[in-house]
C-alpha cells in the first residue's frame, strides 16, 4: 500500500496464542500499523499482546469474535472500525485444524471445519472488505490457506476441504472487490511444513523437512513476511503464494 500520513490499522484473525497469526501480528506492528488482534479462546494471550505492542508505541486493542457466528463478526468489524475509523489490512490467519480418521468423521466435524476455516474467513472479507469499498485508499487483505491442498494426507479431510476453498475464495473476492474500489487487492499465503500438529512423530517430521527443497521446516517468521510483502505490494492482487520450501512442487524420494 502507498505511503501517506495517516495511520494504518490492520486487523488479524487467530492472532492470540504464540503461532502464525500472532507472528503475523507483531510484524505488522513493527512496520507501523496499529493493530486488532482477534482471538475467541485465546483472549488474555490477545490482550496481553495488545498491551505490549501499544506500550512499544503501537496502538492495539484485543476483539473477541466467535467465528461461526456471522453477527459476532459484523460486531468485531464495527468494533475496529469504531475504535481506529478505519481497516487497511485484513489477515485471516484463524484456524481448526483437527484430525479424523475416514471411519470416524461426522457431518459435525465437517461443519465444524467449515464454519470457522472457510464461512468465517469469507465473511470476515465481505464485512472488512465492504468498508474498505468506502475508503479511498482501498486495502489489502491476506488469507491464509495451505500447501498441502495440493498434496493431501491422511486422517485431515475435513480440513483441507475447508482449506481448498480459500484459493477459489482469493480470486472471487479479488474480482468482486475490485470492480467496487480498485485499491483493495485479496491474496492468500499457503503455508507449508512451519508448525507441526501435536504429537507428530519424530520420525513423520524428519520426513515432511526432507520432502522440502531447502531441507528444514519453515517458520512462523516466514510466513509473516510473506503477508506483510503481499500488503505492502501494490501490484499483487488474486495470488495464491506457497510458502513452503519448495513443498507444493517437489516429490520427494520414495515418493510417487
Known amino acids: 500500500m502507498p505511503k501517506s500520513s495517516f495511520q494504518r490499522v490492520a486487523l488479524v484473525t487467530g492472532a492470540g496464542p504464540a503461532r502464525v497469526g500472532n507472528t503475523i501480528a507483531r510484524t505488522l506492528s513493527a ?7 482477534h482471538a475467541n479462546r485465546s483472549q488474555r494471550e490477545a490482550q496481553s499482546t495488545a498491551e505490549e ?13 466467535d467465528l461461526c457466528s456471522e453477527q459476532a463478526i459484523i460486531d468485531m468489524v464495527a468494533k475496529v472500525r469504531d475504535h481506529f475509523g478505519r481497516i487497511d489490512a485484513l489477515v485471516n490467519a484463524a ?7 475416514l471411519e470416524k468423521l461426522t457431518a459435525d466435524d465437517v ?58 475464495m482469493t480470486r472471487a473476492l479479488a474480482v468482486e472487490l475490485a470492480q467496487r474500489n480498485p485499491r483493495i487487492r485479496v491474496n492468500a499465503v499457503m503455508p507449508g511444513p512451519v508448525l507441526f500438529p501435536p504429537g507428530m512423530s519424530e520420525a513423520h517430521r524428519r520426513a515432511a523437512i526432507n520432502a522440502t527443497l531447502v531441507k528444514r521446516a519453515g517458520t512462523p517468521q516466514n510466513v509473516a513476511d510473506a503477508v506483510a510483502a503481499l500488503i505492502e505490494n501494490d501490484f499483487i492482487t488474486g495470488v495464491c503464494l506457497p510458502v513452503d520450501g519448495g513443498r507444493t512442487i517437489y516429490v520427494g524420494e520414495g515418493e510417487g
Not at 512496520?31 to 488482534?37: D, E, K, S, T, W
Not at 468506502?134 to 491442498?149: F, L, P
Open 31 to 37: 512496520r507501523g500499523f496499529h493493530l486488532a488482534i
Open 53 to 65: 505492542l501499544t506500550t512499544a508505541g503501537r496502538e492495539s486493542i484485543a476483539v473477541v469474535a
Open 95 to 101: 484456524a481448526v485444524f483437527d484430525a479424523t480418521p
Open 111 to 168: 461443519r465444524r471445519q467449515f464454519e470457522v476455516n472457510t464461512l468465517g474467513t469469507l465473511l470476515c472479507c465481505q464485512h472488512v472488505g465492504t468498508l474498505m469499498v468506502g475508503q479511498s485508499t482501498g486495502g489489502a487483505i491476506v488469507n491464509i490457506g495451505d500447501w498441502a491442498i495440493e498434496r493431501p494426507y491422511t486422517d485431515y479431510l475435513a480440513y483441507f476441504a475447508s482449506k481448498g476453498a480459500i484459493p477459489t
